[in-house]
């Protein structure tokens, strides 16, 4: 059945390693989106695709980096020049970037950096 | 600076009354609202959204308020259920793009 995935949903990295989360869909939606959670905040969007070979920076960009050279996968990459990159990290994905298009989230990754 | 605010952290509710969750904006720009219901450690799944050429938008036990003039919305939930308790955020976004603004949550305790 479709649906967002995210792996793993626990990560624990030392500091000053790069790591990359993953997300895939099989809904066939055009958008895809990464948030991040901390602690008694919202989500906060890192970077947004609105279609393969696009993305666009979020709020909070800095020390992440995307790729989407498929459809179907949206990988982010939380690098060393993340200042505070302990959070629980949230992928989704809508059928267009239209506003009225619900965003649809996977289950999300909590990553530890110790 | 917070354009989504959920000014109560937290709201306790006995089970059958009605929940109401508020939410605040100050982006005029914003035109489409949305809410999201989270569990502890999973995604936030869709609840209910509302344009804002509407004041009202009702799907079953949930009904989204917006009043423009006051920048404000609420989400009631009749009757309130155990199964209720959560975390709800409340969402904006501006121009017909997707980039949603969230707020920061409100824990819903539905108690027996």
């Known amino acids: 059945d479709g649906g967002i995935t995210q792996s793993p949903k626990y990560l624990f990295r030392k500091e000053g390693q790069n790591v990359t989360l993953s997300c895939e869909q099989n809904l066939n939606h055009d958008a895809m989106y990464w948030y991040r959670q901390d602690p008694g905040q919202g989500l906060r969007l890192i970077y947004y695709?609105?279609?393969?070979?696009?993305?666009q920076k979020g709020d909070i960009a800095e020390g992440y980096s995307v790729s989407r050279e498929k459809k179907e996968s949206f990988p982010l990459t939380v690098t060393s020049a993340q200042k505070n990159p302990t959070a629980f990290y949230l992928c989704?994905?809508?059928?267009?970037?239209?506003?009225?298009?619900?965003?649809?989230f996977g289950p999300g990754t909590r990553l530890t950096v110790l | 600076d917070q354009q989504v605010k959920q000014n109560s952290p937290s709201l306790s509710v006995q089970e059958g009354r009605i929940s109401i969750l508020n939410c605040d904006y100050t982006n005029s720009m914003f035109d489409y609202f949305l809410w999201y219901k989270k569990y502890p450690a999973e995604g936030p799944t869709f609840l209910i959204s509302i344009s804002s050429i509407k004041d009202k938008n009702e799907d079953g036990r949930f009904t989204v308020f917006l009043n423009k003039s006051a920048k404000h919305l609420s989400l009631h939930i009749v009757p309130s259920q155990p199964g209720d308790s959560a975390v709800y955020f409340c969402a904006a976004s501006a121009g017909g793009g997707n980039k949603l603004t969230f707020g920061t949550g409100t824990q819903l305790k539905v108690e027996l």
């Open positions: 989704a994905s809508s059928l267009t970037s239209g506003s009225t298009d619900t965003q649809y």
């Open positions: 695709s609105q279609i393969v070979n696009d993305f």
